[in-house]
């Protein structure tokens, strides 16, 4: 049975629905607002990509117009550094309200061109560059096709080589944003070397925790099939490719045991690893190293900490696809603590599973 089509409307019909209810209806703003979202609601329209506020009197969003401000701000050859980095702060605010705003000023007024461009053209003003790579990271959150090729390549030339801690934070966010649900992304990412670049900038960061943990997430962005507008996807060649070319499981698995006192990191850390068993060899390799004996520690020792209990028992699952690791499993302390924490957080839907 074919799934039942969506009824999409545009902004400036729904914009023009509002505008009516005030001056036809004499209704009050915020009571034309909600008069037109019951309204389009009933009729069973999706007004998830719609911004749900009263626009101004011409008809403009107070997204959108901070977006025509940048564009003219970027043309501007006497703007200063401080109308910059004002600007940028004032759409990141915009931005981080949700998808549709986001959605909106992209569509309408080619937000992810202005964004981007502002970066290119401040990354020698550290300050600057901060807040406009800060802003660019909020605009493709769930919108990964806004970063082209030569953005992802322009991130990727700045990674490996970076010299401030809160840009490689960014750096490693965007690329993580960008290759989320976007194969074409990922295939860029990989294209050129940005495997070894990510690690890299993990490995000088690895003292700077939030660092670490967006490497982590960015490599994991590699390793999905989560693109539905494409067939077949590559993560299983990418996944090889991180354990065979770039040793990605011991330069991983360094981070968790230099962090075993950290049950964020170590939860993150466990849930990349957890990624990379993609084959049988990669899971007794894991053994090999001490991966067991970690994940039994981190049980032993953070065993109230919900969160990471479910990602040590979802590494001891993924290292089980290998039948030696399963004896070797069985033999050890792993069983009882699993059985322990199953019944210490049996009311915790994060561990049942």
């Given at each position: ?147 082209s090729p030569d953005g ?82 590559k993560a299983h060649d ?116």
């Amino acid at each position: 049975m074919a799934a039942p089509q969506v009824k999409v409307i545009t902004q400036e019909t729904f914009d023009s629905v509002v505008r009516e209810n005030i001056d036809d209806f004499e209704m009050e703003p915020d009571e034309a607002l909600k008069d037109t979202i019951d309204q389009f609601e009933k009729q069973k329209v999706s007004l998830s990509m719609i911004i749900k506020s009263v626009a101004n009197e011409d008809g403009d969003h107070h997204v959108l117009c901070l977006t025509k401000q940048l564009s003219k701000l970027m043309d501007n050859k006497e703007a200063t550094n401080d109308d910059v980095r004002k600007l940028m702060e004032e759409l990141r605010v915009e931005f981080d309200k949700g998808i549709s705003y986001r959605y909106q000023a992209s569509k309408t007024a080619q937000a992810g061109e202005f964004v981007f461009k502002a970066c290119v053209q401040n990354k020698e003003d550290a300050d600057t560059f901060t807040v406009c790579l800060k802003t660019f990271a909020s605009l493709i959150t769930g919108q990964p096709d806004l970063v082209s090729p030569d953005g992802i390549k322009f991130i990727l030339s700045l990674v490996e080589d970076c010299k401030h801690l809160d840009h490689a934070f960014l750096y490693l966010r965007i690329l993580k944003l960008a290759c989320t649900a976007c194969e074409n992304n990922r295939a860029v990412v990989v294209e050129n070397k940005g495997i070894e670049s990510i690690l890299k900038c993990s490995e000088k960061y690895k003292d700077h925790c939030n660092v670490v943990k967006e490497a982590c997430g960015a490599l994991r962005s590699l390793t999905l099939d989560d693109d539905v507008r494409v067939a077949f996807g590559k993560a299983h060649d990418y996944t090889k490719e991180i354990v065979n070319t770039h040793h990605g499981l011991e330069r991983i698995f360094v981070f968790i045991k230099d962090h075993e006192g950290n049950p964020k990191l170590a939860s993150e850390v466990c849930l990349t690893l957890g990624k990379m068993m993609v084959r049988s060899e990669f899971c007794q390799q894991m053994v090999d190293m001490g991966g067991l004996e970690v994940i039994i520690r981190l049980l032993q020792t953070h065993m109230e900490r919900p969160v990471l209990v479910r990602q040590c028992l979802g590494l001891i699952k993924a290292i089980g696809g290998n039948d030696e690791v399963k004896r070797v499993t069985c033999r050890s302390k792993a069983l009882d603590l699993m059985i322990t924490a199953l019944g210490e957080h049996i009311d915790s839907p994060s561990v049942g599973f």
